[in-house]
């Protein structure tokens, strides 16, 4: 990762955040490892993954495109980096993403229980959350999307009380076709049959809005 002549032109002034044994710091998740890039104070996520994921790299540099040409408020800017990697001789594909700075839905949502204010005050902030997320459903179903893994982690809100959508290894819109399913979801949000489903579609998120 620390030689950078071998990263694509645009990233090559960033560098990795120092982790472990002065390892490059980074986030590990089901499929993939994503490592925080900084230049100048300003910070970005590359997604790398490391375990074989069906049609993965056809479906991030889809969803980047699209994303580019919509601009939805909630979705982070992305860039789809095929091949953009070499690493010890092996081409390797990432997902570059706007890093935010903010609190994940569980994390904003114990921040107002705990703040040191009247409770109809809360009450009133939980509202405009809860505004906030179904303007953000309302318009995925809009455009027939689906995120596919809606949960808490996966939902962001930002510095400025912002609602940001964040991971589309599972993001469904109809233009990608027939689209197998590759998670299994956080099964606290997921219907009990979504673990049995084998196609994913624009109705997936469903029953993970109405536990939201």
């Known amino acids: 990762m620390e030689d950078r002549t071998n990263w694509p032109s645009e990233l090559q002034e960033y560098s990795t955040l120092e ?33 074989d994921v069906e049609n993965i790299a056809e479906r991030m540099n889809f969803l980047a495109h699209f994303f580019n040409k ?14 953009g990697f070499n690493v010890n001789g092996n081409l390797i594909n990432a997902l570059g993403t706007q890093w935010i700075d903010g609190l994940n839905l569980k994390e904003y949502t114990k921040k107002i229980l705990e ?22 459903f309302r318009e ?54 979504f673990k049995t489903l084998k196609l994913t579609n624009e109705k997936v998120d469903y029953f993970s809005e109405l536990i939201i």
């Open 140 to 193: 995925m179903h809009k455009y027939n999307m689906s995120h596919g893994d809606l949960q808490h982690t996966n939902i962001m809100v930002d510095m400025s009380n912002n609602i940001k959508l964040i991971d589309y290894d599972s993001f469904y819109i109809p233009q990608m076709g027939v689209t197998p399913k590759i998670t299994v979801g956080f099964p606290a949000y997921q219907h009990p049959t």
């Open 70 to 83: 919509n601009k939805f408020p909630f979705i982070i800017n992305t860039c789809f980096y095929k091949n």
């Open 19 to 51: 982790g472990f044994l002065s390892h490059p710091k980074y986030f590990q998740g089901g499929f993939a490892l994503v490592f925080p890039l900084i230049r100048d104070n300003q910070k970005i996520a590359l997604k790398i993954w490391y375990n």
């Open 115 to 136: 703040d040191n204010c009247a409770d109809c005050v809360k009450k009133r902030h939980l509202q405009v959350l809860a505004s906030k997320l179904n303007d953000v």
